[in-house]
């Protein structure tokens, strides 16, 4: 054998003589570890001198076998001397793995970190939304600390830039549900009341979730990314030192637009439904445009749209807050931010759902029917 | 294989360009087997685009360059492979893989390269590995996150080490370490070498290293090397750069320190 490294066994003055030739380098390690393991001999004599190269875990294998079973070494040049030499120097005790724990206690560990990540986000919502309380009327008695500059460019990417694709997802789910509705009320010859079941849908829930979600999806994300990478690469902090409150310049003018822009863009919505729905029922139940927009002003009374209006801001608000919350909350890595982004579209949109069915109760309550 | 004598590292008439920016042009540089290679130069002359043009992570526009005697240019990923597992790269921040702990890291390329290799024997290298690099017992549990930008570079240093290369590159080092931190540093970098009978190819701004560990030096200027050679012999060249950078009060610091310890 000429590169491979091998070694042979003799019995030599009553001690076990492994001489090693070729390579005892990483590439053999392999073998050679198992075939150590089996000799069960002791007095080793390990005998270098045929070996041609050795690296570090050559070394180590020498140095192991000088540690565990007393090996004796010989015929080792000066380099390779002071390979085993080194390695036997960094032969401290190491750990290398995380401590051990039983499933059982995993599991519970993280039933218990997960609550109090719950809490401490509900709390720590509660804590940045009184902060933004008090930058806003910081801003309202310093009307100059407005970002006017930077409150337009959010409309721009919050509003105008989601036009198209809330537009077009809430057109086609318009007429998603006219032909739904279509195929139930069929059944009970009241095919025409399609146009109310469209109408005050719309109006009432459909746009202003459909608008919610996509922004929640789109800009609270982008929100988490966004300030979370300034977080990493420390700009947020240095605002903080050079004066600049994150909160007023960062976080208001997202949220202000958010807030603004979630009634148009929600009302847009509602129409696009609407509209959607009108096309279904012009070509599929010759409901002509001026008989459907007549019945569609007939069916939606004005209060459906006081609620969109109404719960619009809320949610905007609630998106925005949770994506910027997020966002500030990113420490560490890189991988942070990647999560961070996904916690804020999930917390907007569960949050926007849970208020949306404490708002369906309320205005039942006050007869917004 | 190479032989004995042959440079390591070979790079002839390198051209580098960013659009219309030329970085490199005729750029030539031989590292030779067992030196300590030091690379400086101003900012933006290119220091780190050399590094990653040899390593290949960057194709230059033209030139010619040769690792172990073997061509880099246009290689196909399988034999560049070979080449490859025979040497470390240490990148500036460290680059370690935030998803893994220190000693997963310094497993990466023992798994990519030996399949095989039993888990306990690889735990075992991975710990050696960091004390050699000279981190702290408990470090090869940690993330890299948990871990402070010295110990990170360290850690970094471990898995370049991983696979024993012949060669290993070094991108600043030394930035950022605190001067305690930062000779250890060199310490560590000239023991390894003595030890393990490295080449080491090191981009510097840190005189302090220069004059402690480094072999050769190479300056780079004008898109090129102006200059090769211990720091002596470019103190005696008439460069206006060379003479304000190894002159200049920091120069002249370093410069004390070291001759300082010699006498010592």
């Known amino acids: 054998m000429s590169v491979a490294s091998d070694f042979s066994r003799n019995v030599e003055e009553g001690r076990c003589v492994l001489k090693f030739s070729g390579n005892l380098t990483i590439l053999r390690v392999r073998k050679l570890s198992e075939q150590l393991n089996e000799i069960d001999a002791d007095d080793l004599t390990v005998d270098l001198s045929d070996v041609d190269r050795m690296d570090t875990v050559g070394a180590w294998l020498v140095h192991k076998l000088q540690r565990d079973r007393g090996a004796k070494i010989v015929g080792a040049n000066k380099e390779q001397k002071l390979l085993i030499e080194h390695v036997t120097q960094a032969d401290q005790p190491m750990k290398v793995k995380r401590e051990y724990e039983s499933p059982l206690i995993r599991v519970l560990g993280q039933v218990g970190a997960s609550a109090k990540i719950v809490f401490a986000t509900l709390f720590g919502l509660l804590g940045f939304f009184g902060s933004l309380l008090i930058s806003t009327l910081n801003i309202i008695r310093h009307p100059r600390r407005l970002r006017i500059n ?142 459907y927009v007549q019945s569609i002003r007939d069916a939606v009374p004005m209060t459906d749209l006081w609620q969109t209006l109404v719960k619009a801001p809320v949610f ?22 990647g999560l961070r982004t996904t916690t804020a579209v999930v917390q907007g949109i569960f949050l926007v759902i849970v208020l949306d069915a404490f708002f369906a109760v309320f205005f039942t309550a006050i007869g917004w029917t | 294989m190479a032989r004995k004598d042959e440079p390591v590292i070979e790079v002839r008439g390198l051209k580098n360009s960013f659009g219309k920016q030329v970085v490199h042009e005729g750029l030539d540089i031989e590292v030779n087997r067992g030196e300590i290679f030091g690379v400086v130069g101003g900012s933006g002359t290119g220091k780190s685009v050399l590094m990653r043009s040899i390593i290949g992570l960057q194709v230059p526009d033209e030139g010619e360059v040769e690792v172990f005697g073997e061509s880099m240019i246009g290689r196909d990923e399988e034999e560049a492979k070979h080449v490859r597992r025979r040497w470390g790269v240490l990148f500036q921040g460290g680059a370690l893989f935030s998803t893994l702990t220190v000693a997963e890291n310094i497993q990466v390329p023992i798994r990519e390269y030996y399949p095989g290799i039993d888990q306990e024997l690889q735990d075992e290298i991975a710990a050696y590995k960091i004390s050699m690099s000279g981190l702290a017992s408990d470090a090869g549990a940690k993330y890299p996150s948990e871990l402070s930008g010295g110990m990170r570079k360290r850690a970094g240093i471990a898995r370049a080490l991983a696979l024993d290369p012949e060669l290993l590159f070094l991108d600043e080092p030394t930035a950022g370490l605190d001067p305690i931190g930062a000779a250890a540093f060199d310490q560590l970098i000239l023991e390894l070498r003595d030890a393990l009978g490295l080449t080491v190819f090191l981009i510097t701004h840190d005189l302090d290293t220069l004059y402690a560990i480094c072999d050769r030096i190479a300056v780079i200027a004008d898109r090129k090397v102006v200059a090769v050679g211990t720091i002596p012999e470019l103190l005696a060249l008439d460069h206006e750069w060379i003479q304000e950078y190894f002159r200049g009060p920091r120069g002249h610091a370093a410069a004390n320190r070291v001759n300082e310890k010699a006498e010592v």
Request: hydrophobic share 55%; charged share 10%.
């Open chain 1, 316 to 337: 905007g608000m609630i998106i925005a807050m949770a994506g910027c919350y997020q966002g500030m909350q990113v420490q560490g890595n890189a991988e942070e931010v």
């Open chain 1, 150 to 291: 930077a409150i337009a460019q959010q409309f721009e990417v919050v509003g105008v830039h989601a036009l198209f694709i809330i537009g077009l997802m809430t057109f086609l789910v318009g007429i998603v549900i006219a032909q739904q509705g279509a195929v139930q009320l069929r059944q009970f010859g009241v095919e025409a009341l399609t146009v109310n079941l469209v109408g005050r849908s719309a109006m009432k829930e459909l746009g202003v979730l459909m608008t919610a979600i996509m922004v929640a999806g789109r800009s609270g994300s982008a929100f988490a990314a966004q300030i979370g990478s300034m977080k990493l690469s420390e700009e947020v902090d240095a605002m903080r030192t050079i004066g600049v409150s994150p909160m007023e310049a960062l976080v208001f003018p997202r949220v202000a637009a958010t807030v603004l822009l979630m009634p148009l863009l929600g009302f847009y919505a509602a129409i696009m439904v609407i509209i959607g729905g009108g096309i279904f029922c012009w070509l599929s139940l010759n409901i002509p445009p001026v008989t």
